[in-house]
């Protein structure tokens, strides 16, 4: 799991301020340097949960298919806006969020998601694999390409020198 870009901490002293009208939203998010969204976001997260909205888990969190329907539904049925339903169920991200719409509108299923390391590591490695080959691949292609260019342009050189000092 990648280290979170701001801490708990700080993400609750500037919703504090916030909500505090300390400032405007976009005066905060430039004296904190991040942006307004995030400031309105982290407002909405702890208005509605408080300061253990901010608590960090260990890994991704486990959501399961009912959850994710009831979320999707409760957008659709105008229940809030996506930010306001990511800010009550306290879901990861909006984009978690704005891809289980994605998908349940594409009449896919949204299956349960309970990460299991071992399974995703290794999904993630064979991932990971596949693109270095495919750059590697490339680089060897592009480099063929230049070598044969190059030779093509030192033999039509040599043939033009010959010909001219004939």
């Given at each position: 799991?990648?280290?979170p870009?701001?801490?708990?901490?700080?993400?609750?002293?500037?919703?504090?301020?916030?909500?505090?009208?300390?400032?405007?939203?976009?005066?905060?998010?430039?004296?904190?340097?991040?942006?307004?969204?995030?400031?309105?976001?982290?407002?909405?997260?702890?208005?509605?949960?408080?300061?253990?909205?901010?608590?960090?888990?260990?890994?991704?969190?486990?959501?399961?298919?009912?959850?994710?329907?009831?979320?999707?539904?409760?957008?659709?049925?105008?229940?809030?806006?996506?930010?306001?339903?990511?800010?009550?169920?306290?879901?990861?991200?909006?984009?978690?969020?704005?891809?289980?719409?994605?998908?349940?509108?594409?009449?896919r299923?949204?299956?349960?998601?309970?990460?299991?390391?071992?399974?995703?590591?290794?999904?993630?490695?064979?991932?990971?694999?596949?693109?270095?080959?495919?750059?590697?691949r490339?680089?060897?292609?592009?480099?063929?390409?230049?070598?044969?260019?190059?030779?093509?342009?030192?033999?039509?050189?040599?043939?033009?020198?010959?010909?001219h000092?004939?």
């Amino acid at each position: 799991m990648a280290k979170p870009k701001y801490t708990a901490q700080f993400k609750i002293s500037v919703a504090k301020a916030y909500l505090t009208e300390e400032g405007s939203r976009r005066s905060l998010a430039r004296k904190y340097g991040v942006g307004q969204k995030s400031v309105e976001d982290w407002a909405r997260k702890y208005r509605e949960h408080g300061e253990d909205g901010f608590l960090s888990h260990p890994g991704n969190s486990k959501y399961s298919s009912e959850f994710k329907y009831r979320c999707v539904e409760a957008v659709l049925r105008g229940e809030g806006s996506a930010a306001d339903i990511v800010a009550k169920y306290n879901i990861s991200s909006s984009w978690v969020l704005r891809d289980w719409i994605k998908r349940y509108t594409a009449n896919r299923e949204l299956k349960d998601y309970d990460p299991i390391r071992e399974v995703y590591m290794a999904d993630a490695r064979r991932k990971q694999r596949w693109k270095i080959e495919k750059r590697l691949r490339s680089t060897v292609f592009l480099m063929t390409k230049i070598t044969r260019g190059q030779l093509h342009f030192m033999l039509f050189h040599t043939v033009c020198v010959s010909r001219h000092s004939i």
